[in-house]
């Protein structure tokens, strides 16, 4: 049974920061791609950022620059460090690993900019 869990989410001030953190049971994670995404209300699902099973990464022109994927294979973990955050990132944050055609989700953590 594959299960993704984030973690990390929560209320933050304009230009903070928060680290978000997924943690992957059920596959063999350092063959997947992992993935952060996002859906705020009333808007589709984005992409945040991916690092690929080589590390090979990715970013959104929104976050470049503000935001860092990582990965610890040993730990099964895919992290999302946030910082100088905005009140348009507010969201739900979810976690994705893919592989091939095997894609999972996580169930989201909120992530709320707001002073």
């Known amino acids: 049974q594959v299960q993704l869990v984030e973690s990390g989410g929560g209320l933050v001030q304009p230009g903070g920061s928060l680290r978000l953190s997924c943690a992957a049971s059920?596959?063999?994670?350092?063959?997947?791609?992992m993935g952060w995404y996002r859906q705020a209300p009333g808007k589709l699902r984005e992409l945040v950022a991916t690092?690929?099973?080589?590390?090979?990464?990715n970013y959104a022109g929104s976050v470049k620059g503000r935001f860092t994927i990582s990965r610890d294979n040993a730990k099964n973990t895919v992290y999302l460090q946030m910082n100088s955050l905005k009140p348009e990132d507010t969201a739900v944050y979810y976690c994705?690993?893919?592989?091939?055609?095997?894609?999972?989700w996580g169930q989201g953590t909120q992530v709320t900019v707001s002073s």
């Open positions: 994705n690993s893919n592989y091939y055609s095997q894609s999972y």
């Open positions: 059920g596959i063999i994670f350092r063959l997947y791609a």
């Open positions: 690092i690929g099973s080589g590390g090979t990464i």
